[in-house]
């Protein structure tokens, strides 16, 4: 006959024939307890408190504490069901932590589960009757713990040369931490509780870091920098020119983002209080320019045709190695590529929103100096990157400027012309979305013809006089003014560079809807990412024929999912194989060996419907 | 019905039934043909002439060239019988090489094994249609050669850096160095037939070094150096005492090997034309201080009781992260330790002399500034280590010196006193075996009482006067003149250093023959190891009572054991695994602990048989 147990504080009640274990009815009831070493009684993990307690047994006795046994604390595996109904208490360490991962309403549950382990441990100091050597005898003592095979378990020298210090000054009492079977830090005393990780999205232009608690997934801090490599270069291929004709130019730029990425750790971890020797594991992402340059690999061959890359998969490597002030055996996994153009950032953003998982049909859209684009759903994806050009991101763009305070983001044309800054500081440029708001407002006023010509004042008679006088020549060439006190304007030549940047997403998008096929009205979503995609206005996108024409609330925003996704790998093994599985199931357009790509790229360069909406 | 297949140039014959591969029969017939792939026809370096050659599959096609086919050449493993004889001939390059040890009349057969394969390789280079990353491209091109699985095989970071380089100037032919699934090396064009690895014995006082070829076992060349940790001390206590009272003494001490290591490696690649870049193998043995100070561990422990060394099993690490100047992915391994005093070199010892196995029961002895005894055979082994002190390598002797040129190491007292000195040099001083010489013949002239006593000149009157006059006194302390000239003579004291280090062997020795037990007349050999050991007058070892009685020809001189076990576990993954497990079989001693070891002791400082032979 079947016995009640009840889990609290959850209140949740499962119900099982004798013989059964705790641990197996908490999997029943969806209740997560931490259970590493699979329900052995070896880890000492699943320590719950029982009423009515039965008597503990040996592994029960050897890691719970006097004191918790008489509180009725038994290991969730080693209790069964008897006669009679339990009541369970799972207590906060005891359990593993699910990362919702919210990208505006998309959201994954994933189980926290990172590859680091700790484990304190209270050796026997060596005596004449036992002589085992240090490392020896912490092996046992750590198998003993997790169950793994003495012969299995690793470390580094770096590690055996500190392991007697530690183990005499802390009376060998010591938190062994294991990533996998390999030791990478010994700790005095018991540290059980401080293990952390970083997440990092290595933009072009921004990278941003979070520090993450492994054990709950707690966010405990985020900073972010400029990337220091945009001195050599805002685009990637200057980058890449700088390593091919710079001597030492791949080092270079390899350690100044190294120094940008130990600046933001040093920023977290003193938000948090915590010790970057506290930090095990790094995930980074980034486009594969960024990933290469990052790993000091040469990126010459990315910037020539057939682009070819020198890695695929992920890499993983010592922190230390790469000049990481972290912990000195931690690792730095740096995520899979797609292709030389679509790299981990992208991966990492099909990880955050699902898209290789929902039944949804899905465009997915960064845009930034390229654009990657992503179509499709679990039956298949396609993916390419279009060449934008850095528009969006304010270069090229005469009075363009990145999204900085000061910059014109918002721009509305009625009686008059309206702007708004960024922070409300006075204007000193125009950044990506101002660029595509104005000409988007250009556009349905009737300032701007189908083709892109800003028109003359003449044929623009009924518009208001404060508009009107907005719209001016110099030398030949035409100009819109946004901020008169500053002469701010958008010229003729930026509503150009804007018709090539937007054409050749525009191109790119329909080159993989038809890969498919696909017509616009079976497209379920728009999912925009990145920092552009997070400001723009999808009217103004739609207008200027951006995206595809979709019902507005098709469109929806997802921020930055790089970071997210580089979270999400960081923080659990499924994630982490599931990313190295994308680049296999997407599928990369090469667009300019695309049929048809010229010729929809310049049907993009006009802008069709300026009336649209 | 069975056919038969001769092999050539062996002429060995072997038959089976048809469906039996070629190859099959060769393991059957003891003939050694190399199938990496273990017989799947992927590696295909089975390549054997066969008459009457059958058709040629698509493996033998893939793997054979055009005029080889044509030539009869097929795989062993894919070539089977059918219904006729064959006649095989084995090409060398198909054959896998053993090892014959040869330790004075000691064979062992070793099947020469290592983890380091490589695989030449014709890449193609990237098209458009075929844009794989060049890592990608090598895993799976290494993934045809060896049968591994592409995921399985991993690379660091630096040969990432420097592939597509390497894959563009050799216009995408290259060959791979894996060390197990770990691509150590990328080398341009086919570099098939270099394969180099070093082989150590590190000694408290020489360091000897062995550059081997590691697909066929032949020793390149071999160098020597003083180990330069002698400036630090002379035994292994006062270097271990460095390291505590010293800043960065351990990495003075360990950078001082180093240093010498690499000019070991300097000279015998130069000697044999060899560079160090296609050295992939390191083998290391010491005893367990040595290694300790090699590997930059912390020996405090050791110099202490109860004498705990930080690690047993061996240790292997990056090459370069040693500072040793080899191929910069080159593994050096350190060989297992048995306990705080005996250590790698005693285990390559045992190796290298197969005592393990053995139904023989034999006394293994390695005497230096510690006399290491080994006492057992295949049902068991004990060993320990004796603090014999340095009397045996010529320190706290007075005239005491190294083996070197100018050493008296033979004496003879006949009429007079004959002395001969190594190389013949005009006599600088006196070595280990000159000692024991010289106390030997004392003894047997009666010049030396059982206690060890120098007599006065009026007990020996019947001396022949040439003799006598030897003996000498000055300010109460006799001595025996051996190099009238120079003043050379040994002194009360000396002989008394050597009461001391001869009375500690001989008690360890008593001591582990106890613990089995056995008496004499059942051990059937005692092994002399080392420099000292290769040298001894066996007479006077015997009549100083520093060995056992045993007959004569009972006694072996197996020379330096320590490098011949080096050599054995480089080239052999089977005697790598097989001296892993010698510190498990092996029982280790601790003489002070050991009741009755100070009784014996004691009883052997005298010299009970004067006038034994």
Redesign the interface.
């Known amino acids: 006959m079947d016995f009640k147990v009840l889990f609290q504080p959850e209140g949740i009640e499962s119900s099982g024939l004798p013989g059964l274990t705790v641990l197996e009815l908490a999997r029943r009831a969806n209740i997560g307890i931490t259970a590493f070493c699979g329900g052995r009684g070896t880890c000492g993990k699943c320590q719950v408190k029982v009423e009515p307690a039965p008597a503990p047994n040996e592994l029960e006795k050897k890691h719970i504490t006097p004191e918790r046994l008489k509180e009725g604390y038994r290991l969730a595996c080693q209790t069964k069901i008897i006669d009679s109904d339990l009541t369970v208490f799972v207590p906060p360490e005891s359990r593993f932590f699910n990362l919702k991962v919210l990208v505006s309403g998309l959201t994954r549950d994933i189980k926290v589960h990172t590859s680091i382990r700790k484990y304190y441990l209270q050796l026997q100091p ?3 009757e ?7 005898r912490m092996k046992s003592a750590i198998s003993a713990a997790s169950g793994f095979k003495e ?1 299995d378990i690793i470390a ?2 770096y590690l ?2 500190r ?3 530690i183990l005499r000054t802390s009376n060998f009492k010591i938190t062994a931490v294991l990533e996998g079977k390999r030791l990478i830090s010994i700790e005095a005393g018991d540290t059980a509780g401080q293990s952390f990780g970083m997440a990092f999205d290595l933009g072009t232009t921004t990278i941003v870091g979070s520090l993450l608690d492994i054990n709950n997934a707690r966010e405990m801090a985020v900073a972010s920098r400029l990337n220091p490599q945009s001195t050599y270069g805002a685009d990637v291929v200057s980058r890449i020119n700088h390593t091919i004709t710079e001597k030492n130019g791949a080092e270079t730029l390899q350690q100044a983002v190294v120094g940008s990425l130990n600046e933001i750790i040093a920023e977290v971890c003193q938000k948090s209080g915590i010790s970057p020797e506290n930090i095990y594991e790094i995930m980074l992402v980034g486009n594969t320019a960024m990933e290469h340059l990052f ?4 990126a ?2 990315l910037a020539t ?9 992920s ?1 993983n ?1 010592p922190a230390k ?1 790469m000049g990481l002030a972290v912990n000195h055996d931690a690792v730095v996994r740096v995520g899979p ?1 797609i ?2 153009f679509v790299g981990g950032d992208t991966v990492a953003g099909i990880l955050a929103t699902n898209q290789h998982h929902e039944r949804a049909l899905r465009l997915f859209v960064d845009i930034g100096t390229n654009g990657e684009i992503v179509v499709g759903n679990r039956e298949g994806l396609w993916c390419t990157s279009a060449a934008a050009g850095p528009a969006f991101e304010g270069a090229t763009i005469h009075f363009g400027m990145r999204a900085e305070p000061g910059a014109i983001d918002k721009v509305k044309i009625t009686d008059r012309v309206l702007c708004s800054t960024i922070a409300e500081q006075p204007p000193r440029g125009i950044c990506g979305t101002g660029l595509v708001e104005t000409v988007s407002e250009l556009l349905r006023c009737g300032i701007i013809s189908e083709d892109g010509r800003l028109k003359s004042r003449c044929d623009l008679t009924d518009l208001p006089k404060e508009v009107l006088k907005r719209l001016q020549e110099e030398k030949g060439e035409r100009r819109f003014v946004l901020a008169p006190e500053t002469g701010i304007a958008i010229f003729q030549k930026d509503i150009r560079q804007l018709q090539l940047a937007k054409a050749a997403i525009a191109a790119g998008i329909q080159i993989l809807l038809a890969k498919i096929p696909i017509s616009l009205s079976e497209l379920d979503e728009i999912l925009l990412a990145g920092a552009f995609g997070s400001y723009i206005d999808p009217e103004a996108a739609l207008r200027l024929g951006l995206l595809p024409l979709v019902p507005l609330e098709k469109i929806r925003f997802v921020g930055n999912t790089a970071l997210t996704g580089s979270k999400m790998m960081l923080l659990s093994q499924d994630m982490k194989d599931e990313a190295e599985n994308i680049p296999v199931v997407c599928r ?1 357009v ?1 667009l300019f ?1 695309e049929k048809g790509f010229m010729d929809l790229f310049v049907d993009n360069l006009s802008f069709p419907i300026p009336n649209l909406l």
């Open positions: 060596p005596t004449i036992d002589q085992r050597p240090d490392w020896e012969d580094s020298i055996l040369r392991l007697p210090t790993l000091g690999l040469p010459a061959a045709s057939p682009y070819v890359g020198v890695y695929q998969g890499i490597l190695k590529l292709s030389g990369y090469e060996h």
